[in-house]
């Protein structure tokens, strides 16, 4: 009985295992273009105006999203973890890279202790911690209501001209700006 429970046991590692190592983005509902059609498609520029949205989060979030800075459905996360009223958070794949980028939206008016914490660490050091975890990048919007954490896996500030340092760019400004 040991051997069959053992054997068991082994299978199920084994294909969790498989499993997993085949699943580069469980989350992603986009492909990443080859490299054929990256080169021969005509890339155009989404025609979208910050001023046809309000200064909140939905439109935080549909604006990020019509930039094409963002694609797929998000994530809810557990904003109140850093004191946040509420956040969402986006994977897709970009440029050869996996991109995650977190949005979340602090009441400035209702602060508790854990929000002025994360407010305060990013704008003094660009980073904020939750409990035993590293620390986290981030940037808060120049308004000071929003903050994204935004990873891309192909991101390379030594290669400044390359396609996601320079789409980094665009959506670090891009977010900065929105709600003036």
Known sequence: MKKIIAVLAAVMMF??????????????????PTTAESTTEEVTEPQVDIND?????????????????VSGEPTEMTAELIGAKEG???SFNYGGGT??????VFDLDNLDETGEKTIADVKANGK????????????L???????????????????PDSQ????YNEVM?????FGK
């Open 128 to 139: 904020f911690k939750i409990g035993n975890l590293p620390e986290t990048e981030a940037v």
């Open 99 to 104: 991109v995650t980028a977190e949005f979340y």
């Open 164 to 167: 996601n340092t320079i789409r």
């Open 15 to 32: 294909a969790s295992v498989a499993t997993a190592c085949g699943v580069s983005d469980p989350l992603n509902t986009t492909e990443a």
């Open 173 to 177: 400004e891009a977010f900065k700006s």
């Open 53 to 69: 949205y309000s200064d909140t989060f939905e439109d935080l979030c549909k604006y990020m999203t019509d930039m094409t800075y």
């Open 88 to 90: 969402k958070k986006y």
């Open 141 to 159: 919007s120049d308004n000071g209501k929003y903050l994204m954490v935004y990873r891309d896996t192909a991101y390379d500030v030594s290669k």
